[in-house]
T-cell receptor, first 115, second 115 residues
Framework: DQQVKQNSPSLSVQEGRISILNCDYT??????FLWYKKYPAEGPTFLIS?????DKNEDGRFTVFLNKSAKHLSLHIVPSQPGDSAVYFC??????????????FGAGTRLTVKP | GAVVSQHPSWVICKSGTSVKIECRSL??????MFWYRQFPKQSLMLMAT?????????EQGVEKDKFLINHASLTLSTLTVTSAHPEDSSFYIC???????????FGQGTRLTVV
């Protein structure tokens, strides 16, 4: 049961332009959403998160937008840099659960930023 | 942030043998660790939740007798793939968190290839 979906397996953008990565979820119990970045042969590293009480969270070049009614979130990277090239995972959790680290992940989107 | 060390980073084994993967939290005590598996182009799928001093909790469809989890101390959890088969070839990764923080910290992952 794929509760978190990233429908674009890959995305290619030019350096300096905006990268928009999308994520959809089905479980209305999810109330906390995270983006992770993964380089080859490494584990994912936390990038940015957003609580369901917000619709936007910004951290430097990274902004996450949440649309609860559409069960959709997106990660914007602007300006994109070649070092941003990686696989980006969207994750969701329901913090009311006992295991609040029990997250569900999307399949990931491979971002390539061309110089 | 917390550091989680996973070893080995890659392993090739013969069909029918067993492989042990270690996950260590280096700078904090982890009462709970999570084990994920990722097949190509698919999500990180939670396999089991490892609890220090007690039995692991396995997700539906994951064979507990095949994927043995031991969490003997607050800093070490191990996953043993027993009687490995080629279809067990995958990327295995552990994660943990700190208390109520829903941000997970991942190990580097282990690429298992069964030949």
């Amino acid at each position: 049961d794929q509760q978190v979906k990233q429908n674009s397996p890959s995305l290619s953008v030019q350096e300096g332009r905006i990268s928009i990565l999308n994520c959809d979820y089905t479980n209305s119990m999810f109330d906390y959403f995270l983006w992770y970045k993964k380089y080859p042969a490494e584990g994912p590293t936390f990038l940015i998160s957003i609580s369901s009480i917000k619709d936007k969270n910004e951290d430097g070049r990274f902004t996450v937008f949440l649309n609860k009614s559409a069960k959709h979130l997106s990660l914007h990277i602007v300006p994109s840099q070649p070092g941003d090239s990686a696989v980006y995972f969207c994750a969701a959790s329901a913090r009311g659960l006992q295991n609040n680290n029990d997250m569900r992940f999307g399949a990931g989107t491979r971002l390539t930023v061309k110089p | 942030g917390a550091v989680v060390s996973q070893h080995p980073s890659w392993v090739i084994c013969k069909s029918g043998t067993s492989v042990k993967i270690e996950c260590r939290s280096l700078d904090f005590q982890a009462t709970t660790m999570f084990w994920y598996r990722q097949f190509p182009k698919q999500s990180l799928m939670l396999m089991a939740t490892s609890n220090e001093g007690s039995k692991a909790t396995y997700e539906q469809g994951v064979e507990k007798d095949k994927f043995l989890i031991n969490h003997a101390s607050l800093t070490l959890s191990t996953l043993t793939v027993t009687s490995a088969h080629p279809e067990d070839s995958s990327f295995y990764i552990c994660s943990t968190g700190q208390g109520l923080n829903t941000e997970a910290f991942f190990g580097q992952g282990t690429r298992l290839t069964v030949v």
